[in-house]
């Protein structure tokens, strides 16, 4: 190993270890098809999966607000607009919390199950491909948990639902409709009501990453 390699390695072997959870935790989920089948523990892991991907937005590598201000929407003043510290917690806990929760309670209503699946799998292309493209980056925080955790329980929860009895039409409708609400009233509405241009809950240069420069927009 050179010593490059080795001296990246030595500051980063948290990070490293951390995509390599999600990587097995992934990678065993898939491979437990068939076996796994217990809705209430698989919507229970998506929702473990999703603090793990709201500390990959927000903390490591974190630069998401700073991707989503700066980047996506082009905000002059991208600390605390139109994305700020507080519409940022409002949407990922007290909206967020609960759309994943509800399934784990009711594991029995399959279309409370499904819409946070599908979101989830949703955002692998979101981070994947959506917002790098809307930013003009390379990465997005987020796409590691949402393909290592996210699409693999997800796959795995749709597999484990079809063989407990068929997922009817109804059962799609409602989902996706609950999904759409979700993004719509739960995602876009806050972000869109709650923006202040004058509002103190600024992030942090941190979080800006490598959005902190206006140049950066141009240049990824």
């Not at 594991?107 to 599908?118: E, Q, R």
């Not at 609950?178 to 509405?189: E, K, L, Q």
């Not at 942090?204 to 990453?209: A, L």
Request: proline share 7%; charged share 15%; glycine share 10%.
């Amino acid at each position: 190993m050179s010593a490059s390699v080795l001296d990246i390695y030595r500051k980063n072997w948290p990070r490293f270890g951390g995509v390599l959870g999600m990587i097995v935790g992934g990678a065993a989920t898939l491979a437990s098809r068939g076996k796994l089948t217990n809705l209430r523990a698989l919507s229970t892991m998506n929702g473990l999966a999703l603090l793990v991907h709201q500390y990959e937005e927000y903390e490591d590598p974190g630069y998401f607000p700073g991707q989503f201000n700066r980047g996506m929407f082009k905000s002059d003043q991208p600390l605390n607009y139109p994305l700020n510290t507080h519409n940022a917690m409002c949407i990922n806990t007290a909206i967020g919390y609960p759309f994943y929760a509800l399934p784990v309670l009711f594991p029995k209503v399959k279309w409370l199950g499904i819409a946070p699946v599908l979101f989830g799998i949703g955002q692998a292309v979101g981070h994947g491909v959506i917002f790098p493209v809307m930013s003009r980056s390379k990465y997005s925080p987020g796409f590691l948990a949402s393909i290592f955790l996210h699409t693999p329980i997800g796959v795995t929860y749709l597999t484990a639902l079809k063989e407990q009895g068929s997922i009817t039409r109804g059962d799609w409708f409602k989902s996706v409709a609950y999904m759409v609400t979700f993004a719509f009233f739960g995602v876009a509405s806050p972000n869109l009501f709650f923006k202040d241009k004058l509002s103190p809950h600024a992030f942090t240069e941190r979080q800006m990453g490598p959005f902190a420069n206006p140049a950066a927009i141009s240049t990824q």
